[in-house]
């Protein structure tokens, strides 16, 4: 995935900036970075590895180190950044979030032209942030640039870049896949992905740009230098999953929607006979917690948590690229509450199940400690698309989803005309999609999420959100 945030001010802004990205650790665990611009300085940058260390630990020193008026910062899934570039368009930094899965057509279209060469990183591959640069500063100035890349690329950009003159130009993607948020203060404005961030470090709300907007940005003032466009498909999945608690996106909070999303299974639950001799219903922490309550709520059966995840020294289960890894360092964060598990009946939610694989071990877990019965809760639909949008998955095909596999196993590729009656928990091959994954992951019972009841949760019309990684439509 990744996330960005940037501060033009008339003050140092290095603490803002550090804090603020800091804030978006969970949204990336790879790389992250920082550039500054400062009048007498100019533009600075530094990018480090943070997939064993979080980001405060490793950049604790640019506040010491660097200094500027205006700075963009991002934490990066992909590759390093944000680059600086020299180019006819002056000297700036630029980060962005999103992917390009063109990538390679626009490369060698852009070398066609023989006025463009790329930095080659291990294996050949051009890093996607200088890719966006390259065709950026190929139009006569910013705003001619990012609308082309909007418009050349098979994917998504949000794109923010912080010029040699100290102005920060931000850019939603041109269908808004992603939220981008302008905050105000006395000496300046922010942006950030995460709304709550830039509330944080003492800036107010401004705006959310719209889809396609690009604005400019200085320590007096914001101008729109792009209008918004009408067509809008902003990923569900941020409220359901990876979106933090505290945020809103397009007005509508991430805990609410998560509520509201529990309340709407427990519904489907009591009025399909599904309301089994549950003793306690607990979230698969973090993102499943907040379903899980709204579920208990709604069911009145007692929310309780079985296990505790120990998070002061582990990292991040899925920081490591080996599954292995990061399945064994799952295992070790859980620790067990053996009274609220031994010859309990437990149902768990869960924010959604991708490849399943950490949800057996968590299963297992559970048994080994003396459950009777796990019963699981999916808080969204199948997840039978890999993202080709965001890549906030790590999937490198469609195959490594457990709901692709688990088709392939009962259908052969037969099935996969049938994804839409697999998804259906009413249908003959929905009953039996899920009965074969209740004995894979040793589940009592297991139900999704409709797609319609994730849409009724968030709130937004339908036709504004992107449900490609549920259903297959763009």
């Known amino acids: ?264 299974m427990a519904e489907n639950d009591i009025a399909s006979g599904n309301n089994y001799d549950i003793d306690y219903v607990g979230g698969v922490p973090d993102s499943g917690t907040p379903h899980a309550i709204g579920y208990a709520n709604k069911s009145r059966i007692p929310f309780a948590r079985p296990f505790i995840k120990y998070t002061p020294t582990w990292t991040r289960s899925f920081m490591s690229s080996r599954q292995a890894e990061r399945c064994k360092v799952a295992k070790m964060k859980q620790i067990p509450i053996h009274d609220l598990i031994i010859d309990k009946s437990l149902l768990f939610v869960d924010d959604s199940i991708v490849r399943g694989t950490q949800l057996k071990e968590t299963v297992d877990f559970l048994y080994e400690n003396g459950a009777k019965a796990v019963h699981m809760r999916s808080a969204c639909p199948p997840v039978m698309y890999g993202c080709k949008y965001l890549n906030f998955s790590r999937n490198n095909n469609d195959m490594e989803l457990l709901g692709r596999r688990t088709i392939m196993e009962l259908e052969g590729e037969e099935g996969f005309n049938y994804i839409e009656e697999y998804s259906d928990s009413s249908t003959e091959r929905g009953k039996r999609f899920r009965k074969a994954i209740c004995e894979k992951l040793g589940f009592a019972s297991l139900e999704f999420q409709s797609l319609e009841g994730i849409i009724k949760a968030i709130g937004v019309d339908e036709s504004k959100l992107c449900t490609y990684c549920w259903n297959g439509k763009e």
């Open 1 to 264: 995935m990744g996330a960005f945030f940037g501060v033009a001010s008339k003050r140092d802004c290095l603490a803002d900036v550090f804090f603020g990205v800091d804030y978006h650790s969970h949204l990336g665990t790879r790389r992250a970075g920082v550039a500054a611009y400062d009048k007498e300085i100019g533009l600075q940058r530094v990018i480090h590895n943070i997939e064993n260390t979080p980001f405060r630990t490793k950049f604790d020193h640019i506040l010491g180190d660097m200094k500027g008026v205006s700075a963009i910062g991002c934490i990066s899934d992909s590759e390093p950044q944000p680059l600086l570039i020299r180019s006819r368009l002056g000297t700036y930094a630029i980060c962005f979030v999103g992917a390009i899965n063109n990538a390679d057509e626009l490369i060698d279209k852009a070398l066609g032209s023989g006025s463009v060469h790329f930095d080659a990183m291990t294996g050949g591959s051009v890093n996607n942030t200088e890719l966006i640069a390259a065709l950026i500063n190929q139009k006569n100035d910013f705003v001619e640039g990012i609308r082309s890349v909007q418009e050349s690329i098979d994917g998504s950009a949000s794109i923010l870049i912080l010029r040699d003159n100290g102005s920060i130009i931000a850019a939603r993607d041109r269908l808004g896949r992603i939220p981008v948020n302008i905050g105000k203060c006395e000496d300046g404005y922010s942006v950030s992905f995460e709304s709550f961030a830039y509330k944080k470090m003492g800036y107010e709300f401004e705006k959310e740009l719209g889809p396609g907007e690009i604005v400019e940005l200085t320590s007096d003032g914001l101008t729109q230098l792009n209008a918004p466009g009408k067509e809008m498909k902003i990923c569900a999945f941020l409220w359901s999953y990876y979106g933090y608690s505290t945020s809103d996106y397009e007005g509508v909070n991430v805990e609410m929607m998560r509520y509201r999303n529990g309340e709407i």
